[in-house]
């Protein structure tokens, strides 16, 4: 028990850091993990033991998908800096090419396909490919890649509601940059890692508190049922409330 639980803080603590999982998600976990080391060491009960098994074995079949549904997150959000820096590089400079392909490699990383290739496609016959040797070439590996039917769609402004074809880095109708309210809204329902970890979390409260509530005074034991629910209803409302990225932040 002790390594999954020693994997868990140190994954804990980074995604307090990297702002994967806010302050307060991290602590409430850290606490359930505090005690289910400590149940391990001291089960009260020989039943108990079993279920702490059974959730440390959750843990361990879970953590790769937990892992990698964050560190997705994690990459997202970089491409997703790097697209708004290059907007903002488009903004001071409208006929920069270099910020026009910035444009386009973020978009290809963050799953739009279509239109970075046209917009890659705009931007490079003004920049010499003798100078541009990497953008020459990761625009190559770009069209040999076979892309999904429907990379060259529309994609519809958040803003106004604009469908812009493949090509356009601001909107049409209201000049908003659309892909990037587009492309962060795709990534704010990308949470499921946060997810995974507050169900994981609940069941593991509940699978260690509620036994010990039998064994109390009553009195005791509601108080301890109350304490434990609020953390559930703490953890999941925190993983499973809406976010909404400010597209202008
Ligand atoms: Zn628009």
Known sequence: MIIPAGIMTV????WVITGDIDPITYILCQGVVIALIIVSFYPPFPAL????LLSSLGLIVAYPFLRAMMTTRELKSLELDQLENAYRMLGQQPRNPIAK???AKAVWDLGAPGHALKIAEDALPSMPSGVFIDEHRTFRNWTLTQLPKDAFRDLSCLDCGERNPPGRTHCFGCGEPFLLSR???KLTG???GK???AVWASITAAVIGVPFTTVLPPALGISLVIGILTVIVCILLLAFRVEIRDPAA
């Open 195 to 197: 997810k995974l970890l």
């Open 11 to 14: 994954s804990l603590v980074n």
């Open 190 to 192: 990308k949470g499921n």
């Open 101 to 103: 392909f910035r444009i």
């Open 183 to 185: 492309l962060g809204r």
């Open 49 to 52: 033991s079993f279920m702490i």
